[in-house]
């Protein structure tokens, strides 16, 4: 009675009517799929894609010119290090023979066999040679402290770092060596 011709071919069943059952119900359903087409006559896709890619070799040029430059900054930096501290090592043997030096002046003043400028002239030696010593301390640290942050350790103390003040063996000569 209420019915649409729609719901009557489609075999639909009707709410509230037990007697409208129709044989042979199906269920349809459906979906829409655009598809664009566009003609590259001027190669504007070719041309973003070459771009795209020299992009990316770009980028990974860089990643690998960072990494080298920052292999490059460690081994300086450790080089400087360890040059900071063999002469902070020559410089502390020179203030203990300085010192030696001093004090013997100072015996040799105390007992009339030297001037006291012999003295004045050791202590002025062991005075700049202390200096010395307190500024390539200090230049260590700095060099120390830029190691520690080059290697991602920037807040460890100094102390985590130790630098010695030998070179270590050379490497043994080459038995061949390479032709012109």
Request: aromatic share 4%; proline share 6%.
């Amino acid at each position: 009675a209420g019915r649409s011709s729609t719901e009557l071919l489609s075999g639909a069943v009707v709410p509230g009517d037990p007697t409208a059952v129709f044989p042979g119900a199906t269920t349809s359903a459906s979906a829409t799929f655009n598809v664009c087409w566009e003609l590259d006559l001027f190669g504007r896709h070719r041309t973003q894609r070459r771009i795209a890619n020299a992009d990316f070799r770009t980028a990974q040029y860089t990643y690998q010119a960072t990494r080298t430059a920052l292999a490059a900054s460690v081994a300086d930096s450790l080089f400087v290090a360890r040059g900071l501290a063999m002469q902070l090592a020559d410089a502390e043997e020179s203030l203990r023979i300085n010192k030696e030096l001093e004090h013997i002046a100072r015996l040799r003043v105390e007992h009339g066999l030297a001037p006291s400028a012999d003295l004045d002239q050791a202590v002025a030696n062991s005075g700049q040679t202390a200096a010395t010593v307190e500024n390539l301390t200090s230049q260590l640290n700095t060099a120390r402290r830029s190691l520690l942050l080059l290697v991602g350790r920037g807040v460890d103390p100094l102390d985590s770092l130790p630098m010695p003040a030998h070179v270590g063996a050379l490497p043994s000569t080459p038995q061949v060596l390479p032709a012109r």
